[in-house]
């Protein structure tokens, strides 16, 4: 009793100077809880005879666990898991699959991959438990007809947490030809060996598709950020296709890579490629207190999810607008001095992408103007992607000491591609 009368005393004296919530105390003969709250930890616990589920608060994130229990701080951020990107290559009576992998954020990891297969677009799917792989042969196909296929992120307890876009495929024999049109003529031969990418990335964004870190393609996407590219004329075997989007400030996106195994006379398709949005913020140093302003460019009319790293990690979300522009007026005040860094992603209708690349700014003692986004590096950047690093090495190494190497990796002219040019690349190092 004399607990119950001073809990009331201290709810009377909290109410005049912050809000307090609080729930009534129950019980069984098994546990007592009591006046769970909503804090600033909490998590779950659990035993032999209940489970308990408290309120999280979105000042704390991340995860705890012991033998006994596991704490996932920040309800409102979990579970987060970007959306796989499916790829489906042709084959004879069977169909090569392979996707990105689903990335969880804050602890929650995918488990396993589930792969449905339906003869028709939508499903229902026949689901299959692949195990934790990114490839997989569907064999037993029926060629000429038409497949589509899904893939499911699986979480520890083997339910759905993600679901990728739909891809489709039609397995031919080798060598097939299509019938002869009419009653006579020659037979057309089937299409070409290609691989086929859509997505979404901006409004009128420059799309750029590379093929093992040369530049095979690109196109516009539409109005509404859609985008499919196409490269044809390949031979079967083994490529890394890359590809990145650039918004309307000329700011590029990450380089978001698909190693493909293609088939001669089939056709690849990449279905629901999610370019992460762009972003840049106004100021390279914001005193502490004021507002830093971070904006960027995404799909039209998506969430868009800001994250701000401290010794906290802060989530903040906005809107884009019908021109895929988006910004956030972002309050230091909880930021502690020093270095941070920004990063973002969109949700639009379901689909998650990853987060994009990271900006930096500084919280200090005054506001500094940001400067206009540098441009990509002019030497040593290979692969175009605004960085210079292991990627890029590992194409020099190719390289290396063979005869007439392509002007781009011969960076002092000297006819071969040496320790001199390596050297060189280290300077424009970015990592």
Known sequence: MVKKQLLLVLVLFGSLIATVVLAQEFSSSNFVNSNPVVTMGGGKATSTNFQLFSGLSQVVIGESSS?????????????FVSTPVISATAGDGQASLSWTSAVGE???????????KSTNSGGPYSFTNVGNTLTNTATGLTNGTLYYFVVRGLDFLGDSVVTSSEVSVTPVSSGSVTPPIGGGGTPLPVPGTKVIFSGLAYPNAKIT??????????TIANANASFQITVSGLSGGTYIFSIYGEDNKG????????????????????NGVLIPPTISVDKSEVKKGDDIIIFGQSVPRAEVTIAVSSEKEFFVKTFSGNDGNYFYNF????????????KSKFDFNGQISAFGKLVDFLVGTKNIEAEPTPTCPIGADLNKDCRVNLIDVSILIYWFDKSNPPAKVDFDGSGKTDLVDLSIMAYYWTG
């Open 106 to 116: 804050l602890g929650y990891n995918i488990s396993a991959y589930a792969v449905g």
């Open 251 to 270: 700011v590029r996106s990450p380089l978001l890579n698909f190693p493909i195994d293609t088939t001669i006379n089939a056709v690849s398709t990449v």
């Open 209 to 218: 598709l590379l093929k093992d870190a040369q530049l095979a393609a690109t």
């Open 67 to 79: 033998s006994a229990f596991a704490s996932y701080a920040g309800f409102f951020y979990f579970p």
């Open 331 to 342: 309050d230091t005040t909880p930021l502690s001095l020093g270095q941070h860094f920004a």
